[in-house]
């Protein structure tokens, strides 16, 4: 069974880079048709779609954070990234890794954005 | 706000059935399937209903989902405690090229 886990800083400085990791394991990235996708949820919040990547590498963004935001794929490692450039505190939420049609999920992982 | 719509809250006593609406249009729940997820306090998401109302292995069939045109529901019968929970309905959108959530439902067992 997939099992995804999120792995990354937990604090951000403004204006800075938030690059957090997606491990995939019981599966490999690669095989199958899926996407491998982003979701964010501040505290108290619903949830906001942030970007996917396919294996073959075609990506989606939400429009809304599209001019910030990069997903990558690194299928040596099983894994795939998320950048998101020149954060501000409103991108302070949970970041969920997941894989379309969104049935598994990473437990999430709380990024902060605070000088 | 959310591009789908969904009422903020919902009540009902053990074993009552409840349901939760979730309103789009043409380019999100009218084209594409309705996706319902459970979120208890303090974790991720679990899928709960896919492709409209299809139940995952796992899941009771207590959870019910259905759709007609550019609305969505998810019906819950049966209300046990362990069902108070935040619920959110997903779709893609073909306008948008995006994944598009619900606001979410908080879910109160009386």
């Known amino acids: 069974q997939v099992q995804l886990q999120e792995s990354g800083p937990g604090l951000v400085r403004p204006s800075q880079t938030l690059s957090l990791t997606c491990t995939v394991s019981?599966?490999?990235?690669?095989?199958?048709?899926?996407?491998w996708t982003w979701i964010r949820q501040p505290a108290g919040k619903g949830l906001e779609w942030i970007g996917r990547i396919y294996t073959s590498g075609s990506t989606n963004y939400n429009p809304s954070l599209k001019s910030r935001v990069a997903v990558s794929l690194d299928t040596s490692k099983n894994q795939f990234s998320l950048r998101l450039t020149s954060v501000t505190a409103a991108d302070t939420a949970v970041y969920y890794c997941t894989r379309e049609p969104l049935d598994v999920w990473g437990q999430g992982t709380t990024v902060t954005v605070s000088s | 706000q959310s591009v789908l719509t969904q009422p903020p809250s919902a009540s009902g006593t053990p074993g009552q059935r409840v349901t939760i609406s979730c309103s789009g249009s043409n380019s999100n729940i009218g084209r594409n399937y309705v996706y319902w997820y459970q979120q208890l306090p303090g974790t991720a998401p679990k899928l709960l209903i896919y492709?409209?109302?299809k139940r995952p292995s796992g899941v009771p069939d207590r959870f019910s989902g259905s759709k007609s045109g550019t609305s969505a529901s998810l019906a819950i019968s049966g209300l046990r405690s362990e069902d108070e929970a935040d619920y959110y309905c997903a779709a893609w959108d073909d306008s948008l090229s995006a994944w598009v959530f619900g606001g979410g439902t908080k879910l109160t067992v009386l």
């Open positions: 019981g599966g490999s990235i690669s095989s199958g048709s899926y996407f």
């Open positions: 492709s409209d109302n």
